[in-house]
């Protein structure tokens, strides 16, 4: 077992031991209004959150609601899971017994393939039968896979029989998609008898991000008001344009300026915050990404200096798709390190209905402390076991990793608050 | 972290691992069952499990609403039980923030100490403001223990606030009784405007093993018929007579005949299964029993032929309430060991809410295969961390650890919903 950790390298970390401590303080507060919240607009059935951790800074920079990479979880954090997918379907449907899992399409990626098995077996040890029914268009027969950890995985055609999604000899109660429905809702998956979750109206055909940060916002103003801490050490700024067509040049002007305005905007609270350090803005796809279409960006003129090259990554994301619409997010800086080698690292928080099932570090050695990690190269440290997110000891120092772990479980979960209030 | 299992030492498990086959070839519907009987009669707050395994029966032989022992469990448990403790409450009272928890009188016992320091820690890290309150009748004043652990526990003196249960300075939404009132029901604690978990009804001033073991055998019946096996493979038979003197002898020739009653039921199950060992039976009080009062025989003679000391011994139990009540209970024997010195080992399982948050074995250096092992001389060893009875493994062996454990956690919520209808 790992039982390293991630080393957080800056010398500002004031105004997050700060926000640490005001969430240690109140952690019967905190808790009890998240329950509130849950009670209100409950969770989503699950969530990734990718944070960074600037040591000035602690906030989520993107919310997967159609989680992949469960193989990456620790060995430790599996029980948790189990525990937290009973919670959860007790709550949508208590006499379920079968559930179909609808992966995304893609065989060739077994790291993926990887993470459907592991979510897999969480459903079986949870007690529920499982199969696996794909939207592959071309598949008319079900496929065997054996994977590089010898689990195996059979993909099953799906069969619309009337208002009844089934695989052969299955008929689900509950339908869970971990497929992101980037391409859109498939006809298939439309006016069924079943449940289905997450929803389908949660697909990326019909959300944006930056419609999502703007609940996000809304969220961190409320809960900042709880602890009384300042909104902006957990909420990422942003903007976005119209239209917008990198291969055309089209929006550009727009897209500058507002490069150039939000970095005003946090340039004015690194100044506050005696922050050394050059804001910078990432600009990345308004509608999914997988790590594509993602850029960094020091001011407005390098988007008008883009060259083709530049211009044809940022034109199109997974399976494709053309971006014609982006998001301008405040860059986060990450200042946690991995390994020896400082590889740089940013956390991603597991959650399962509203309980924080797990993490780990994804780690690259090639990128820098102001890039996007999500991105060929990258490789998954597991937090070590102890480290499960929701131990905090107020007895320990206030950024010992179990406090540090707590409060990225915090964030995590307004993260997924935001994600309850867009889905409601 | 201790990484051992015990050794299940038998040369008969044939009937187990039918069970264990039986378990596992029926997980989705043994999980949906259980899920609705949940529903009909909510879980207890928390309770914990003595099972004892035969290799030929796997069956509860006490089940303990006010669980001790927290401490034994392994840390990596702790973040499972947080998490159900957070369903529990939320259950229970979804706005609650300050929880109250009324411990033993037990102040010299530092292993119970140990175990309440523990349960609060879980508690708290569940997101609640907790304190202690004690109804030690001559606590004045806040009386604080530094544990061996380091741990320190801070014993308050319970103030009735007309109907309101406080200390000093708190008002607690959720009164958390981990007393079991052998004493009886303490007046302070009636007719409160808050809920207290578990009710008083379910003290050992009101409680009956028999009473309980009666509805235990229904579950078990009625489980076995879900999955088709004989229920006497985790059902103990029992027998209770009515009043009973130790002392004075009185009731012997009932208690006498009872025993060689139920011993004859026993062998006949032997001869059924082709068990090569001796039947047995353990006498012990019928209202709680802190393993005190409690005895190990072979035959009805051995109960007119008690001498004084062994009768004196079976007169009374905790903090000397007398026994005049017994319950006959099958003996299970225990065929597992623990170490090279193969000492007796019995499994002991932790659920709150209905969730099994995990276990370890009480063992015992120098009792029998056929004796009670909660005494003077016991130790505990946590089970590892991989085997948190909620992770079968339709992939390995029918006996593999997490196929053996799991089996345990089954075992021991038919016992809890035993208890769940014993409450409502």
């Known amino acids: 077992m790992v039982d390293v950790t991630p080393h957080l390298s800056t010398l500002l970390h004031a105004p997050l031991d700060h926000l640490q401590t005001h969430l240690l303080a109140h952690q019967a507060d905190i808790e ?34 159609f989680p992949a990479g469960f193989n990456n979880l620790n060995a430790s954090s599996i029980p948790l899971a189990i525990q937290a997918v009973q ?47 794909s939207l592959l268009p071309d598949l008319q027969t079900p496929q065997a896979f054996t994977l590089p950890s010898k689990q ?21 109660c509950l339908v869970l998609l971990n497929n992101d429905l980037s391409l859109g809702r498939p006809p298939i998956l439309e006016y069924l008898h079943q449940q289905i979750v997450p929803p389908l109206h949660v697909g990326w055909s019909s959300r944006l991000k930056s419609s999502y940060f703007n609940i996000y916002s809304q969220v961190a103003k409320e809960f900042s008001e709880q602890i009384d801490i300042d909104p902006w050490l957990i909420d990422p700024q942003f903007r976005n344009c119209g239209e917008i067509n990198f291969m055309k040049k089209e929006g550009y002007e727009c897209l500058a300026d507002n490069v150039d305005a939000l970095l005003s905007v946090i340039q004015r609270k690194y100044s506050e915050y005696n922050v050394p350090h050059e804001p910078f803005v990432i600009v990345k796809a308004d509608a999914g990404s997988y790590g594509m279409g993602v850029m960094t960006v020091h001011n407005g003129e390098e988007i008008l200096a883009l060259n083709r090259k530049q211009r044809t990554r940022m034109s199109s994301t997974k399976e494709g798709q053309k ?13 946690e390190t ?9 956390p991603v928080v597991y959650m399962i209905d509203h309980f924080v099932v797990g993490g780990f570090y994804r780690v690259h050695t090639t990128r820098g402390i102001n890039e996007n990690l999500n991105a060929p190269g990258m490789h998954f440290e597991p937090l070590a076991f102890i480290n499960s997110c929701i131990t905090p000891d107020k007895n320990m120092a206030v950024d010992a990793d179990p406090n540090r772990f707590y409060a990225y479980g915090v964030i995590a979960r307004l993260a997924l608050l935001a994600a309850a209030r867009e889905l409601n």
Not at 325 to 331: M, P
């Open 32 to 65: 009890r209004w998240l329950r509130l919240q849950w009670q209100d607009t409950p969770a989503p059935f699950y969530a990734s959150v990718d944070l960074r951790n600037a040591g000035f800074k602690l906030a989520p920079v993107d919310t997967n609601l």
């Open 323 to 335: 971006i014609s619409q982006v998001i301008l997010q405040e860059g986060v800086y990450t200042f």
């Open 338 to 346: 991995w390994g020896p080698k400082k590889a740089v690292a940013e």
């Open 152 to 172: 195996s995985l059979l993909l099953e055609p799906l069969i619309r029989d009337d208002d009844c999604l089934v695989v052969k000899d299955f008929v689900p």
């Open 87 to 133: 919670s959860a379907i007790e709550r949508l449907n208590i006499s379920a017994r079968n559930i179909l899992l609808i992966p995304e399409n893609h065989t060739r990626n077994l790291f993926y393939l990887e993470s459907v098995a592991t979510l897999r077996d969480i459903l079986q040890k949870a007690g529920y039968q499982v199969r696996i029914g």
